[in-house]
């Protein structure tokens, strides 16, 4: 896989293909960051709207100032954060157990009411997080979902690495 700045550049340069795959390679992060803090029913169009914005200002991304992908994290957190804004109503996440596939219910090493404690944790989880404030939520998601470190998500949010270990 290409490095993203390198992929950049070729898109600048006129390659069409290279928008195309880093589009490709970070979809699914963003849009796994946009369901968890809106709701499952939402997170196409607010994918959707983080790509034409990166798009629109690709020729402004400053490698020297950020990675590409804490830049592409920091659109998805504002467009996400202007979403709920708009909202007014602020559900971390909603899953029911019909919504689940089977091969994410079960697994062939847990027993029945293993995975019975397993749907009962989630939703313990889900309720707990739509309590808290967003910007925990944000930390949240792109430290244990997407791997970002402390200081990556320090960039996204635009806050001291402290802060963002203490939230």
Known sequence: MEDDNLLIKKYLDGDQDSLRLLIDKYTSSIYNFSSRLTGISNSADITQDVFIKAWKNLHNFDESKAQFKTWLFSIARNTTTDYLRKK????????????????????????????????????????????????????????????????????????????????
């Open 88 to 167: 007014k109503s602020i559900p971390f996440s909603y899953i029911k157990e019909e919504d689940l596939s089977p091969d994410e219910i079960l697994d062939g090493n847990l027993l029945p009411d293993e995975v019975y404690q397993g749907l009962q944790d989630k939703e313990l989880l889900i309720k707990a997080l739509e309590k808290i404030p967003n910007e925990y939520k944000i930390v949240l998601t792109l430290h244990y979902q997407e791997d970002l470190t402390f200081k990556e998500i320090g960039e996204v949010l635009n806050k001291p690495l402290n802060t963002v270990k203490s939230y």
